[in-house]
């Protein structure tokens, strides 16, 4: 690691936005980018201007939840242009690097760095309310940059009741406070699964354990969203469950969230 978070250098402002947040989780797996997905179009029914920056170069899932894909162009003054969908302005490692899944994760932290600082400073990403960032999950080197580089005004933590995930979900709360972002609260995703057919609800990963260490902690929690087939099923087909079923119960909570975030 080279220097601590005292020497880092924050990044300028990017001219237009007025805030970016970072949606992160200790591990992968946990729900983070589904999470950023619904959470940026839950933004613009709150009347927000959206931009989405898929910046997981691990697994870059922006494209196909959101539902955008194809090599975005340049503007005149050689600016990337962000693609939307579902009211959100989206822009994705996916989309600028040819194999995503094979060169992606051998990428160091100041690789990543470098192609972040591109998709933060050369995308053309217009007057904005939010710039949500979809992070590579976990807690090492090129995550450290991030939270230390990108000029952030908060970030939501995702994780799920396990005590697995919230040990590594701990260790990004304490990420973020070390370098001084303000943790606007933790998301418990797959908090339970109710049965469509008797309505019961079993906590699969556990109960509470996201309430006990938000309370530990001292963070809220800010939304708890159900184990759900359209949750997945809306993301795999491009169309999240905010978009495709506004009207559902999980799209409530993912609203939730974002008045919490707004
Ligand atoms: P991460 O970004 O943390 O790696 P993802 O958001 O990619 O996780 O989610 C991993 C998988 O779990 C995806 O297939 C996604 O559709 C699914 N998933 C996430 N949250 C839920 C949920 N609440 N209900 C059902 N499936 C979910």
Not at 56 to 73: A, F
Not at 123 to 150: C, H, N, S, Y
Request: glycine residues 10%; contains cysteine.
């Amino acid at each position: 690691m080279q220097g601590g978070p005292a020497r880092a250098v924050k990044s300028a402002a990017i001219p237009g936005i007025k805030h970016i947040v970072a949606v992160a989780s200790g591990k992968g797996g946990v729900g983070k980018s589904t999470t950023a997905v619904n959470l940026a179009v839950s933004l613009t029914k709150l009347g927000r201007k959206v931009g989405l920056l898929d910046a997981d170069i691990y697994g870059p899932s922006v494209p196909k939840m959101l539902g955008i894909s194809g090599k975005p162009s340049m503007n005149p003054e050689g600016k990337i242009t962000p693609l939307r969908n579902h009211g959100v302005y989206g822009m994705s490692i996916g989309l600028l690097i040819s194999n995503p899944e094979n060169s992606a994760i051998v990428w160091r932290g100041p690789m990543v760095m470098s192609a972040l600082q591109q998709l933060l400073y050369q995308v053309d990403w217009g007057e904005k309310d939010f710039l949500i960032v979809d992070m590579p999950p976990g807690t090492g080197d090129a995550q450290l940059t991030l939270t230390q580089r990108v000029p952030l005004s908060g970030a939501v933590i995702v994780s799920t009741p396990q005590d697995i995930a919230l040990m590594d979900a701990r260790r990004g709360v304490n990420m973020f406070q070390k370098v001084h972002v303000p943790i606007l609260g933790l998301v418990e995703n797959m908090s339970f699964f109710q049965c469509p057919n008797c309505q019961h609800r079993s906590h699969i990963f556990g109960t509470d354990g996201v309430q006990e260490a938000a309370k530990e902690i001292g963070v809220d929690v800010i939304g708890k969203v159900p184990i759900e087939i359209s949750i997945r099923k809306c993301s795999d087909e491009g169309t999240p469950v905010t978009a495709s079923e506004p009207d559902s119960s999980e799209a409530s909570e993912y609203l939730r969230i974002a008045k919490a975030v707004d």
